[in-house]
């Protein structure tokens, strides 16, 4: 159960990272 919830917060700052990136 917490695996997901952490691979889910992983994906979460990595999508968030991308959009800070510049990917915009």
Do not use: D, E, P
């Not at 992983?10 to 510049?22: F, L, P, T």
């Amino acid at each position: 159960m917490k695996r997901t919830f952490l691979l889910a917060t992983i994906n979460y700052r990595i999508i968030h990272a991308s959009n800070q990136g510049g990917v915009h």
